[in-house]
């Protein structure tokens, strides 16, 4: 069967290698002039399958004024005349109540655990280059009582064979001398061994290169899709500025850009963009972190990528708009060089600002469309590296008409 894949992000280029290896003849579409250069670029570069709870839960309700009225909070609301920031803020809290959470933050580890299986097949089979690490995740805490109630929140996990391990300050230094500085900061840490990190862009570029030599995949940059040509329910091309594009089925793994593209065909998805920002500088050991560190207070991750250092974080609710850029940035700056003070050359730091496709509920959207032949694959949020390979090979399963390992009825358009 021809398949087009639009998109060539890490879902987009994840979903053409799952197709390709069913023996589908892919063609992948894409906008941009290579792989992996809008939410993949430079994102957070941690691999958390374990931490892939919703960003809407209960426990966020009491710390929303703060975090939406103060311009220094990690989480901030920039209110514009958009009818789908209000639509999507509303579903966000409604998504927020106590058994939706809980149903949400299971589909997600079953969609976690799905991915590292498959990435780990991917990385043994294909040899990709992208400063892949199994390095562990430490979430440090500077709070004494949420540190407590993470501790407890651990122990059934622990009972039920999850590997985490709860440390004081002391022992959180012990395991990541480079946080040394930061200890009188720190009430304590769970550290999980298993989680990983890698450059999501190397990835992309890699995945690309084995995708167009070994499994024959067609890419086209710099040609993006205006227009889906789709009479009598289902669609037969994508139109670009290079003529059309036919197939027997296509796949939208467009981020933000899949919201225009199926609206105009009355598929309305409910994604918003979620602005992130990172700072990537180069890490010498030995005060460079080698595990992957979480500041929970900061809502900072820490990612070791090869010799660098990759920081990243913040959500701003703002649109496509970049204007506060600088400003987020230079705080980004700040919360770093307090956690890791000498961890490298801060004014020297390659800085990013990256719009993150998101669902109200952080669940992707997978699977069928009111099309008979159009599928997706979108709405990652800050999980798309996380959760690539375990969407890109549901997808793919779905297509060739087998049942996924997972079930996509949960991450549906009518869920």
């Given amino acids: 069967m021809q398949v087009c894949v639009l998109g060539a992000g890490v ?9 390709a290896r069913d023996g589908h003849d892919v063609t992948v579409l894409e906008g941009r002039g290579g792989a992996a250069l809008e939410a993949s670029f430079a994102n957070g570069g941690q691999l958390s399958y374990s931490y892939v709870a919703p960003l809407a839960d209960p426990a966020v309700l009491p710390h929303l ?34 058994h939706r959470a809980r149903r949400t933050a299971v589909e997600l580890l079953a969609l976690g655990a799905l991915s590292r299986d498959a990435l780990h097949a991917l990385v043994h089979d294909e040899a990709l280059d992208f400063d892949y690490v199994r390095n562990g995740k430490l979430v440090v805490y500077r709070n004494p009582v949420e540190f407590e109630r993470a501790r407890r929140r651990m122990e059934p996990l622990v009972a039920a064979g999850v590997e985490q391990h709860a440390l004081d300050a002391a022992a ?71 003529g059309d ?4 089925a296509f796949v939208v793994a467009l981020g933000n850009g899949s919201v225009p593209l199926l609206g105009a065909l009355g598929v309305r998805l409910p994604i918003y963009p979620l602005t992130g920002y990172s700072l990537t500088i180069t890490a010498p050991p030995p005060r460079a972190p080698r595990v992957s560190v979480t500041d929970l207070h900061r809502k900072v991750v820490y990612a070791p990528l090869g010799g660098r250092l990759r920081v990243a974080g913040m959500v701003e609710i703002a649109g496509m708009d ?16 307090e956690m890791f003070p000498a ?19 952080s669940k992707p959207l997978l699977g069928a469309t009111p099309y008979r032949n159009l599928w997706l694959n979108t709405g990652h949020g800050a999980l798309g590296f996380t ?7 549901a997808v ?13 009825a949960a991450y549906s358009l009518r869920r």
């Fill in 172 to 242: 959180c230094v012990a395991l990541e001398p480079a946080l040394a500085d930061a200890q009188p900061l720190l009430a304590g840490g769970i550290h999980t061994p298993s989680e990983e990190a890698g450059d999501c862009h190397r990835f992309g570029v890699a995945l690309a290169d084995v995708l167009q030599r070994r499994y024959r995949v067609t890419i086209r940059y710099a040609t993006p899709v205006s227009e889906l040509v789709a009479p009598n329910g289902s669609v037969i091309a994508a139109r670009t500025p290079r």
């Fill in 11 to 19: 879902v987009g280029l994840t979903t053409a290698y799952y197709l």
């Fill in 387 to 393: 959760l690539a390979c375990g969407s890109a090979r």
């Fill in 343 to 361: 961890a490298g050359d801060y004014l020297a730091a390659r800085t990013w600002c990256g719009h993150r496709p998101a669902t109200p509920d």
């Fill in 322 to 337: 970049p204007g506060q850029r600088v400003a987020r940035l230079a705080l980004l700056a700040r919360h770093a060089q």
């Fill in 65 to 98: 004024p703060a975090w939406l009225l103060q311009r220094d909070s990690a989480l901030r609301f920039v209110p514009r005349l958009d009818v789908q920031q209000w639509r999507w803020c509303v579903s966000f809290l409604l998504a927020c109540r106590t």
């Fill in 245 to 248: 594009v036919r197939a027997d």
């Fill in 396 to 408: 793919a399963e779905a297509i060739a008409g087998r049942t996924p390992p997972v079930d996509l």
